[in-house]
């Protein structure tokens, strides 16, 4: 959460630093400012609003330097508030920080600053980081901000200014993400790629304990013992920046029709004459043959496409395969050891659960296995092998496009260890290959919902309650359906397995209550049917979503989206669309903030 934002140039800064928040406003959007090297002094324009509220309040008093820091706040430690809000000043004014992560040692820091006289202005965590150079300064910039670092214990990555450096920014960095951008008569450093790849084609990854002085024309690099370090460069191929909304009124909607272009180019990249393959470099051809247990841990809707995987891994693999949320995966006794494969699911790679159980899961002696889309990030560097989704930049906070690579990742990773363990005979194989193929241009097709959710939808929007109901594999697809209800557009929406529902959650259903039912055909067709009856015979409005095959079965429902046939392991990755639509809609016509729902952030770095 929090993204961050530095440059070190010539011209003007604070344009530059304004959009470079507005890039990184989808990881926090309590509260936004920037810090401004000018006529050595530093100057502050914070708001507790939006980015484009914070840059309004610069142009009515706009101040001038090429050197300076920028910060948008997902609020863990004091509330959203000025006072609150990056950069944080020292005392004297000397010293400026932005930080994203977590201090865990600040009220012991904060302490110890206090007794030796030290104010605090904020409630905050990070103020500790700034307070601590000012303690440190002698005379080296650099060294009192090691020295800082040193001290500080938690995630953190952030950026200083020192006014007896005009033209430096410091950055150090553990854990949390921070990529320094190598341009032509700038340096800049940011959370994400995405808010500096108009500036530069060269990038550098800082590792953990690591920090960079940035300047208009070079940057160096030290570890926090002040050695210099020699550092990697990576040349961006200009794909990495968000290219806004494309013309389309929310990146979420462009997202959502992204999804096709999205899962062809990952399925083109595993699947060569007609084969899916996988380069795991540290999954030995012995270690695959004796995996006797796949454990799948992610949040939210990873943690969604995790439960569909699970099928997937146990039909076509023959392995036993279990899904797990991360935030509860430690505390139940994984029961994880060196014959596990363990796939942690993150569009971001930072989700702080995530990453814990990864860390956990490979205490454990299991071999772990990302499945990211985020090149370059904590949870994909950490992880024995990476699997990237190769969604591109999603900027949405409700994921779509992250969500639905990832399904096609696990299909294809399931597909593949059904062959290599010889599991899947030739002809299952091969069919499912073909209907792997063919899953872009089914997505293609699920598109074409969009009308029938839209001209729905607007019935919807003074709901306030829904209900999501699916079996098997349409109840992984339900929970993800309900998640984007309820994140985007705030009505209550409950997701409940089509057969549990008599156990309890019927009580609710009353006339006019809306049930989606979610329904791939197969085995699961009747016993769906019959759970759709049960609700519309209590008066609920029925929606269901089943493919072509089933339409016969499907009378008596309210309302139906019909979609082409696929494997029906497969399905999922179709279903969930028109619910994509759903929310966005109903969203719209709430009048709700599409992109940057209430309360949330996309990239969940705290536990
Ligand atoms: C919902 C959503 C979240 C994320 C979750 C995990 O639309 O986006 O539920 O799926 O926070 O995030 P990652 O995948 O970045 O680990």
Redesign the pocket.
């Known amino acids: 959460m929090c993204g961050i934002i530095a440059f070190s140039e010539r011209g003007s800064v604070a344009p530059h630093l304004i959009k470079g928040l507005e890039r990184l406003e989808y990881r926090g959007y309590d509260s936004a400012g920037i810090a401004v090297m000018s006529d050595c002094v530093i100057r502050t324009c914070k708001t507790t609003k939006r980015v484009n509220d914070l840059e309004a309040k610069y142009n009515a008093h706009p101040f001038y330097g090429g050197v300076g820091i920028g910060h948008t706040r997902w609020a863990t430690h004091g509330a959203p508030t000025e006072t609150n809000a990056h950069p944080h000043l020292s005392e004297d004014g000397h010293f400026a920080v932005v930080h994203n992560g977590i201090i865990e040692n600040y009220e012991a820091l904060r302490a110890e600053l206090k007794s030796e006289g030290h104010f605090f202005k904020s409630e905050t965590d990070t103020e500790v980081i700034v307070h601590l150079v000012e303690k440190y300064y002698n005379g080296s910039f650099l060294k009192a901000v090691l020295a800082a670092a040193k001290r500080l214990t938690g995630t953190f990555a952030a950026a200083l200014l020192c006014i007896d450096e005009p033209d430096t920014v410091a950055v150090i960095r553990n854990f949390s993400p921070i990529i320094v951008g190598i341009g032509t008569d700038k340096t800049m450093a940011s959370s994400d790629v995405s808010a500096i790849a108009e500036h530069t084609r060269k990038a550098v990854y800082l590792d953990d304990g690591e920090a960079a002085l940035l300047r208009p024309d070079s940057v160096s690099f030290y570890d926090f013992d002040g050695n210099p370090v020699e550092k990697e460069i990576t040349f961006l191929d200009g794909t990495e920046g968000d290219n806004g909304k494309n013309g389309a009124a929310h990146y979420m909607l462009k997202e959502i029709y992204e999804q096709p272009d999205a899962v062809r180019r990952l399925i083109s990249e595993h699947l060569k004459d007609g084969e899916v393959s996988f380069s795991l470099p540290s999954l030995s051809r012995e270690k695959l043959e004796d995996i006797d247990k796949i454990c799948i841990v ?5 943690y969604h496409a995790g439960v569909s995987g699970t099928t997937a891994f146990r039909r076509l693999a023959g392995i036993p395969a279990y899904s797990y949320i991360a935030s509860e995966f430690r505390y139940m006794e994984p029961m994880v050891d060196s014959r596990s494969l363990v796939i942690l ?7 702080a659960d ?1 990453l814990a159980s990864l860390r956990e899961a490979k205490k454990r002696g299991a071999y772990t296995l990302g499945v990211v889309n985020v090149v370059g990030s904590l949870i994909a560097k950490e992880c024995d092998d990476v699997v990237y989704t190769l969604a591109g930049h999603e900027t949405a ?3 779509t496009k ?2 639905t690579t990832q399904l096609a990742a696990l299909y294809m990773l399931a597909l593949w260890l059904g062959s290599e363990r010889k599991v899947l005979g030739d002809k299952r194989k091969k069919q499912l290959t073909k209907e792997l193929a063919a899953l872009p241009g089914i997505i293609e097709e699920a598109l074409k919902t969009e009308a029938h959710a839209k001209a729905h939808a607007e019935e919807m929007k003074e709901l306030e309650s829904v209900f999501f109901i699916g079996r098997g594999t349409d109840y992984a697809a339900a929970l993800e359906a309900s ?2 209800m309820k ?1 985007i557009t705030y009505i209550h929406s409950e997701c409940c397995p089509a057969g549990e529902l008599k156990h309890g959650t019927i009580s609710l259903i009353e006339p006019g209550t809306r049930v989606f039912a979610l329904m791939s055909g197969g085995e699961v067709a009747a016993k769906t049917v019959n759970n759709i009856k049960e609700v519309r015979a209590r008066g609920a409005h029925t929606v269901c979503c089943a493919p072509v095959s089933a339409a016969a079965e499907l009378t008596d429902i309210d309302e139906m989206i019909l979609l082409p046939d696929t494997e029906p392991l497969f399905f999922n990755i179709a279903q969930v669309i028109p619910f994509q639509f759903y929310a966005y809609y109903t969203a719209l016509y709430r009048g709700c903030d599409i992109d940057k729902p209430r309360n949330l952030a ?3 770095t705290v536990e």
């Open positions: 992610g949040c939210g809707s990873a699911i993150s569009q971001s790679g930072e989700t995530t906070v409700a994921t992250g969500y998640l984007k994140e996309k990239s969940v």
